[in-house]
T-cell receptor
Framework: EDKVVQSPLSLVVHEGDTVTLNCSYE??????LLWYKQEKKAPTFLFML????IEKKSGRLSSILDKKELFSILNITATQTGDSAIYLC????????????FGQGTRLTINP | DSGVTQTPKHLITATGQRVTLRCSPR?????VYWYQQSLDQGLQFLIQ???????AKGNILERFSAQQFPDLHSELNLSSLELGDSALYFC??????????????FGPGTRLLVL
């Protein structure tokens, strides 16, 4: 069964801290792994990772994929209260289709 | 703003009723996906349409159906509604849908409450 597991489920830190969110996956015909940020409503796209060892970066956020260990991490440095959200990791498991299997998400709370 | 639009934003209805949720994909996107997000189940894939045809099916109940029209907008029909159908329903779109490495962009969602 295709599976995406995120940890931790919930994380509370102070503004300015650095956080690391984890995502492990077991999907057939792996092609890519995606990270989304969900605040009040719709998930918004952050990164798509397809190659091992290549870091993707966007401002204070960065992510990397390890295809050998079936693992990805999302780093956020110098966190701000606006980073508070649920962070979702997802992978499309089947060839010929784009359905995404989502992890259960990490709820990140940044306290001032 | 992702470019994906969904209507209505909120919907309150009674058990046993039928509702239709509407989604317009981003301009140029051929694939539309429907997801259900409830508190206990997380985000669950329901169904995908690509250029008018069903492409992939997930955890979609038989009481639910969807279609994609020639103008590429999509509708999700939920019938014989039960309390447990209360959830956020998201639509997402992507350019293709044939197994290429693509990003899905999500609409704002429709919050359905069944009383």
């Amino acid at each position: 069964e295709d599976k995406v597991v995120q940890s931790p489920l919930s994380l509370v830190v102070h503004e300015g801290d650095t956080v690391t969110l984890n995502c492990s996956y077991e999907v057939t015909n792996f092609r890519s792994l995606l990270w989304y940020k969900q605040e009040k409503k719709a998930p918004t796209f952050l990164f798509m990772l397809t190659s091992s060892g290549i870091e993707k970066k966007s401002g204070r956020l960065s992510s990397i994929l390890d295809k050998k260990e079936l693992f990805s991490i999302l780093n956020i440095t110098a966190t701000q209260t606006g980073d508070s959200a649920i962070y979702l990791c997802a992978a499309p498991p089947l060839s010929g289709a784009q359905k995404l299997v989502f992890g259960q998400g990490t709820r990140l709370t940044i306290n001032p | 703003d992702s470019g994906v639009t969904q209507t209505p934003k909120h919907l309150i209805t009674a058990t046993g009723q039928r509702v239709t949720l509407r989604c317009s994909p981003r301009s140029g996107d051929l694939s539309v996906y429907w997801y259900q997000q409830s508190l206990d189940q997380g985000l669950q894939f329901l169904i995908q349409y690509y250029n008018g045809e069903e492409r992939a099916k997930g955890n979609i109940l038989e009481r639910f159906s969807a279609q994609q029209f020639p103008d590429l907008h999509s509708e999700l029909n939920l019938s014989s509604l039960e309390l447990g159908d209360s959830a956020l329903y998201f639509c997402a779109s992507s350019v293709g849908g044939s197994g290429t490495k693509e990003t899905q962009y999500f609409g704002p969602g429709t919050r359905l409450l069944v009383l």
